[in-house]
């Protein structure tokens, strides 16, 4: 297998991703946030750069596929609709753009914007518009098609008053459908995913084993405690791409 990178051998490259794929399924549920990051991190030491973001779309699909199933009379399809509006458009534009970028501009955004993301404090932003949710599609779409992670959406629905299970639900209705669009915006444009289906395939597995082990613990984990571990894992990683795209 040419994707291997710094893990040794097929077999180790696969645990750890599928590894960190239940990892990030677990945090999701638990805390409606986290896991994305978490799964780019850990794809980020075993695939070549320009790989990173479109499997990253696929290995999140199962936690957030399986959030839907068991958040889904929490889903507030008036937030999630018109997401999803936004949403294919951006992915549609983005997805072009993505493929002919150099591999060290894909590293270094992708690790200054982690970097950013961790360590920026919270923004409490409410948009002033009456019908925000298309607009926040289309920006979160088009930033997470290029980079991976948006983030605006986690930012915004924060201040839409809903419960935490319904944070969660809604979150991954919208999240499910960005996957799908990005999935086929790459594949529409050159990246050629059968090289990955075996791990593909076992971190969507997981990802439901995750999400069930996310809803029993999500009133029980300290948020400080998973907070710490996760900037350590994040900073850390981070910063051994910036060392690849710059070196």
Not at 115 to 142: D, E, T, Y
Not at 230 to 246: E, P, Q, S
Request: glycine letters at 8%; charged letters at 10%; one cysteine or more.
């Amino acid at each position: 297998m040419d994707w291997i990178g710094t893990v040794g051998n097929f077999e180790n490259a696969v645990y750890v991703i599928v590894l960190g794929s239940f990892i990030a399924a677990v945090c999701n549920a638990a805390f409606a946030n986290g896991g994305a990051m978490i799964v780019l991190a850990v794809t980020s030491t075993v695939l070549p750069v320009a790989a990173i973001v479109p499997i990253h779309s696929t290995l999140l699909i199962g936690s957030t596929a399986s959030r839907v199933a068991m958040f889904r009379e929490h889903i507030q399809w008036q937030i999630a609709g018109p997401f999803l509006l936004g949403s294919v458009i951006a992915v549609a534009l983005a997805s072009r753009l993505y493929v002919a970028l150099p591999e060290r501009v894909i590293a270094i955004a992708l690790s200054t914007l982690m970097l950013v993301a961790i360590w920026l404090p919270a923004i409490s932003w409410r948009p002033r518009i009456a019908h925000p949710w298309g607009v926040v599609g289309f920006v979160h779409s088009f930033l997470s098609t290029l980079f991976a992670y948006g983030a605006l959406l986690h930012a915004v629905i924060l201040h839409a008053g809903l419960t935490r299970r319904a944070v969660v639900g809604t979150m991954a209705a919208a999240l499910t459908g960005m996957g799908v669009f990005k999935i086929a915006g790459y594949a529409a444009n050159g990246f050629d995913y059968r090289p990955y289906l075996v791990v593909i395939a076992m971190s969507i597995l997981v990802a439901f084993a995750g999400t069930w082990v996310g809803k029993l613990l999500i009133e029980k984990i300290s948020e400080r405690t998973f907070r710490i571990a996760f900037r350590v894992l994040v900073t850390l990683t981070a910063l051994r791409l910036m060392y690849i795209g710059i070196f």
